[in-house]
């Protein structure tokens, strides 16, 4: 069955896509939740309007991402934690943490698009990448010291 969707999906299409879908597909979800309606001279006609102003207001959207990730790349995070033997920490530093610390340095993010390659459990210095945009990355700096120490001077 031929539909066109009428919402970006994930692993599926974006916005205005004529994609050629199996019929019980199309019947228990897509037109359930109306992200898709079948294939007609009119609704092609219809979804290709829809299509170009859904493109502007994603390039405007992209500028905004492309903004933003200038500023957040600009910063460092820095975070003092209590740490054991081993400068091994009690703990971790979270995503929700990161994320505070950027809403303080003025920059709103959601915590969903904060993404740790592995948790923060060491003292030192690490990279956290922000998923701004659907190809637009920003890495931000991440510095943890331990608590009741001089911070180490920046070479």
């Not at 004529?18 to 219809?46: C, D, M, S, W």
Request: net charge neutral.
């Amino acid at each position: 069955m031929k539909v066109i969707l009428t919402a970006d999906l994930d692993r599926i299409g974006d916005l205005g896509d004529v994609l050629e879908v199996k019929n019980g597909f199309a019947r228990n979800f897509l037109f359930p939740k109306q992200y898709a309606i079948p294939v007609t001279p009119h609704n092609l006609t219809v979804m290709e309007s829809r299509r170009k102003k859904h493109e502007k207001k994603l390039a405007i959207e992209r500028l905004s991402a492309e903004e933003q990730k200038k500023k957040i790349e600009a910063l460092t995070l820095t975070f003092t934690k209590k740490s054991g033997e081993n400068d091994v920490l009690f703990g971790s530093v979270t995503t929700t943490e990161i994320e505070e610390k950027l809403g303080e340095a003025g920059v709103t993010i959601e915590r969903k698009r904060i993404h740790l390659a592995e948790p923060i459990k060491r003292i030192g210095q690490y990279t956290c990448v922000l998923k701004l945009f659907r190809d637009v990355e920003a890495e931000v700096k991440i510095v943890v010291d331990k608590e009741g120490e001089e911070a180490a001077p920046e070479v």
